[in-house]
């Protein structure tokens, strides 16, 4: 591997930037984090004094030492601050001059990346990467106004949040990028950040929030459709079905609402003709608390959930009830089923128990996870270049699902949950006939447990692609708060 990374700067000192900056400070990088220029100092005195004479970097001072609060922690140990160099757009571009590796993480609006591409190429020495965080904008229209020479060594690299604890790390190619320099960048970033590997194709979201974001818009439209309140889907799609605690509600107050939903609404602008474009665009009632303010955990902790703290010190978690626009004790249905479904630990054995019951429950499991399967099929190769392993690997990475869509769908019997998709109407793509078998040994068998994949089958193409063995893996830290 002849990339180098000594020097790093992330341009743009956000929650996510200040976090990608320290993971890569704990892997003893030195770091530039650079934000906007502040035209005085700060008006509290203390920080005043902190800065001091660099007044001008205090946006990038105050994300640095607001790592110290987060929860769970983005510092290995405080120690790493010394890795950490704060600076600013007006004053400090030219450090880029020196650097191996630049990474852009302002804010998801095409026309600032496109300006902040702009200058970056004007400062950056010639062949290092150039990346992007963007979640989901397209790279091409990102940097179409920038010469050859740039995006030959231009792509994204998505981190997901907190970039400390979530192992996902998507690589996103532009059309123009030099191929030999993202396998350097990739190697690079296993080897020394920890990171799962996902590449995916430049389309809008990406492969993860694609997919994960449409399994919680599903939500939605199955929750109306049986009548069930926000905290029974919440009971209903968490680690009941091999997903994290924070479940789909919970999820979007953690992430924010708002960034949820403009998440979401990007299929509608810039996938008109996605097969389920009108499942991603969330109900009124969303748009309702967006617009007051109730954004989740950063609006005090208001959103489609409300915590209250009585004078004794005593919190109650409220669910939001949209017909009534209140905020009401929790009430979670309870289905027939739950008390058997306590006694199988096997996630798969358990989801083929509920989806053999008629409910609302049940059905609503069986709908947003039929929905899930079929559109992840129906994208495998628009966004996945036919691979069904990076599609399950993202989400799982990236989520913190137990099981992806197309190793759930094997798991329970591909042959049963095709007949029952087509019975009730599901399209599927041609390619999708009997007796499939998207991966080569089944998962959840003994084999799978063992050795893990050997073989998928790539989709469309109708071939079967031997999977590598990794030598070495990673794992990353665990941490209850990541997992939601």
């Given at each position: 591997m002849s990339l180098k990374i000594h020097r790093v700067a992330v341009l743009g000192a956000g929650v996510m930037g200040a976090q990608i900056a320290a993971h890569l400070a704990a892997a003893g990088v030195r770091t530039h984090l650079l934000d906007l220029p502040s035209d005085a100092p700060h008006k509290d005195p203390k920080v005043a004094a902190a800065v001091g004479k660099n007044f001008r970097s205090t946006a990038a001072f105050m994300a640095i030492e607001n790592l110290k609060k987060l929860k769970p922690s983005p510092l290995a140990s405080e120690s790493i601050l010394n890795n950490l160099i704060p600076g600013n757009f007006a004053d400090d571009m030219s450090v880029i001059a020196d650097v191996d590796w630049v990474i852009e993480v302002v804010a998801e609006k095409l026309e600032i990346k496109r300006s902040i591409l702009k200058q970056i190429s004007e400062y950056a020495k010639p062949h290092i990467p150039v990346t992007t965080n963007t979640s989901g904008l397209s790279l091409e229209k990102m940097s179409e106004d920038l010469d050859e020479a740039f995006h030959a060594r231009f792509f994204g690299t998505h981190f997901f949040n907190p970039p400390r604890y979530m192992k996902l790390l998507e690589i996103i190619p532009h059309a123009k990028t030099d191929k030999n320099l993202i396998a350097e960048l990739t190697a690079w970033i296993e080897r020394y950040l920890g990171k799962g590997i996902v590449y995916a194709n430049d389309t809008i979201n990406f492969i993860a929030n694609r997919v994960g974001t449409f399994s919680i818009t599903a939500a939605f439209v199955h929750m109306e459709a049986l009548g069930l309140n926000v905290e029974t889907v919440d009971a209903l799609s968490g680690k009941l079905v091999g997903r994290p605690s924070s479940a789909s509600f919970r999820t979007m107050d953690v992430v924010g609402i708002d960034v949820f939903a403009a998440v979401a609404k990007n299929v509608g602008k810039y996938a008109p003709k996605d097969p389920y474009v009108s499942v991603f665009t969330p109900p009124k009632w969303i748009d309702d608390l967006i617009a007051r303010g109730s954004l989740g955990q950063k609006s005090k902790s208001v959103g489609i959930y409300k915590k209250e703290t009585d004078a004794q010190g005593n919190s109650t978690i409220l669910a939001y009830r949209p017909k009534e626009d209140k905020y009401v004790e929790q009430q979670p249905t309870t289905f027939p089923w739950q008390e058997e479904t306590k006694k199988v630990s096997d996630t798969i054995e358990r989801i083929r128990l509920i989806i053999s019951h008629n409910d609302a429950g049940a059905k609503f499991i069986w709908l947003t996870l039929r929905d899930t399967m079929a559109y992840s099929a129906i994208l495998l190769e628009e966004i996945a270049n036919n691979q069904p392993l990076s599609?399950?690997?993202?989400?799982?990475?990236?989520?913190?699902?137990?099981?992806?869509?197309?190793?759930?769908?094997?798991?329970?019997?591909?042959?049963?949950?095709?007949?029952?998709?087509?019975?009730?109407?599901?399209?599927?793509?041609?390619?999708?006939?009997?007796?499939?078998?998207?991966?080569?040994?089944?998962?959840?068998?003994?084999?799978?447990?063992?050795?893990?994949?050997?073989?998928?089958?790539?989709?469309?193409?109708?071939?079967?692609?031997?999977?590598?063995?990794?030598?070495?893996?990673?794992?990353?830290?665990?941490?209850?708060?990541?997992?939601?």
């Open positions: 599609i399950d690997n993202a989400i799982k990475w990236g989520f913190n699902w137990e099981w992806g869509p197309f190793e759930l769908w094997q798991a329970l019997g591909y042959d049963t949950v095709r007949d029952r998709m087509l019975q009730e109407g599901v399209k599927l793509p041609d390619w999708c006939k009997p007796g499939l078998t998207f991966y080569k040994p089944t998962p959840n068998s003994w084999e799978w447990h063992i050795n893990g994949p050997k073989t998928q089958f790539l989709g469309k193409t109708g071939k079967e692609q031997a999977i590598p063995k990794r030598e070495y893996q990673f794992y990353l830290p665990k941490s209850k708060a990541a997992e939601g």
